[in-house]
């Protein structure tokens, strides 16, 4: 059963990925040009500083992050099932509206990057020398993994759900270690597009070829159809989790609000209190707390009360 689950998907899935072929291509038109203004402004001060860093081409993820929102809204409507997605509207404001977050995002995602490299290669290197050095070298290794799978969450979480930056991360924490089949599945669909594009690298006997090839996958291919495979991993379990968990906790509160209220069935109205037995000098000084029907409230809290109900029964 669970097999021929699996292979349903990966027929819809695929069914999926090549009806929305072309409106991807278009997407990774629309982020193409960003991509590579700010790629070439990066090289040239790599160029021009003599540094010569990978790392200084990778900061081009933090000012680029922000139009990987677009390509995040525009894939997740698409794995969403819907068949009319506007391509242009929807790239423009999954920018407009998103920003500033993967802003913070690309930071975070570059000072992750950078930090789990250099602690694997120093790791490595000292293991071979000692072998007790392979200890950190696997968690390092562990939580570079665990931030990979977090940021299989963070962008399109971030596009669908109007939460805070603090509950974002929290929850792709979760989700991290809660939907791990889902997060290898992801893997392993980012593997087979790396294996697809190393082998058209690998058919490109020139120089002048190897540039045109990768240039094509840079701005053309992968961007789109890297976050379409991760959304269609992790998607539709993240949109259940968080709308779950917020319809859980509303109706929590609602409950709480009742039995604040003295209801005790939550499918019956609440019936408002009228507060005509209460007898309080309304002229006195101070603000003590008084004891009324079991709860103790200020005295100001409870005049209020009192004349919210008058005006209520006025209004009958």
């Not at 699996?6 to 069914?15: I, P």
């Not at 990925?17 to 402004?41: D, E, W």
């Not at 005509?276 to 309304?282: G, M, Q, T, V, Y």
């Not at 200020?298 to 006025?314: P, V």
Request: aromatic share 16%; glycine share 6%.
């Amino acid at each position: 059963m669970a097999s021929e689950k699996n292979a349903v998907a990966l027929t819809g899935f695929f069914s999926s990925l090549f009806h929305n072929l072309p409106k991807l291509l278009f997407t990774n038109l629309l982020f193409a040009v960003p991509f590579a203004v700010i790629f070439g402004i990066f090289y040239l001060i790599n160029i021009l500083t003599g540094l010569n860093s990978m790392f200084i081409y990778f900061l081009t993820v933090i000012p680029l992050f922000p139009f990987y929102a677009g390509v995040t809204q525009v894939t997740s409507h698409m794995v969403r099932g819907e068949e009319n997605v506007d391509i242009l509207p929807n790239f423009i404001g999954g920018i407009k509206e998103n920003w500033l977050r993967f802003l913070v995002h690309g930071i975070v995602m570059y000072a992750a990057v950078f930090i789990s490299y250099y602690s694997i290669v120093l790791y490595l290197g000292l293991g071979s020398k000692n072998g007790m050095f392979y200890v950190p070298l696997a968690l390092c290794i562990l939580i570079a993994v665990f931030f990979l799978f977090m940021f299989f969450y963070v962008s399109p979480m971030t596009v669908t759900f109007d939460i805070s930056m603090k509950d974002i991360y929290k929850n792709s924490a979760l989700m991290t270690f809660g939907e791990l089949k889902h997060n290898l599945f992801a893997v392993l669909g980012i593997l087979i597009l790396f294996l697809v594009c190393a082998t058209v690298l690998m058919c490109s006997f020139t120089p002048v070829l190897l540039i045109i090839f990768t240039i094509v996958l840079a701005l053309f291919i992968v961007p789109s159809i890297l976050s379409f495979i991760i959304n269609s991993a992790v998607y539709k379990n993240m949109y259940s989790m968080i709308v779950d968990k917020d319809s859980k906790s509303k109706t929590i509160d609602k409950k709480m609000e009742n039995r604040r209220k003295g209801q005790f069935r939550d499918d019956e109205e609440p019936v408002a209190e009228d507060y005509s037995d209460l007898e309080i000098d309304e002229s006195a000084d101070g603000d003590e707390f008084i004891f009324y029907h079991g709860k103790m409230m200020k005295r100001s809290y409870l005049i209020k009360l009192k004349k919210e109900a008058e005006e209520r029964k006025n209004l009958k």
